[in-house]
């Protein structure tokens, strides 16, 4: 008897985006994901000065690492969220290099795929994955990094990465719900995921 959608688990889910992982089709689309979230890195974020330093960074790199988690799974959007951090930073480097972030973004694939992955993600869905990824990830994690490596206190650390989470959080979860409506009327992306 077949699965559906809904009684995929989410050991499956990484099984499964593991085994693409050694398809060319795969990696091929993947590798162009990867290149349009440096594009953005590099090109699509906004830096604010806040309490005199550029600490408060607005970025979209996220939008292709929510394709690839819809598409292949945990996974590959995960490693996809890796690299992206390790190579934009490598691009265009600015201070010294945070693993902690790489941490982060690699999360942010795993929890995307985990919730969009095999499934018909609604507004619903996106919004809590993305309060999920906004508190958990980029407002906890983040100021542990800056905290552990910037030498902020806590309390300033989560002012500052709170004030960028509630400024990004609607925007992040209009974006990604577009992207992924928009994704699934493509042609290509209905074959993509009939094979996975």
Known sequence: MKKTNSTVTLREKFSRSAALLS??????VCAMLLSLSLVLAYFGNVSISFLGTNTIKLSFTALPIA?????????PAGIIGALSDIIGFMLAPAGAYIPGFT?????????????????KPGLLRVAVTQLAVSAAINELLGSLWFVLFYGFTPSSALTIRGIKELIMYPIMTALVFGMIKLTERLPEVKRIKKNS
């Open 23 to 28: 398809h060319p089709q795969t990696l091929a």
């Open 67 to 75: 394709a690839a988690a819809m598409l292949y799974g945990p996974l």
């Open 103 to 119: 941490i982060s973004m690699l999360l942010v694939g795993f929890v995307y795929g985990a919730a969009f992955y095999r499934e």
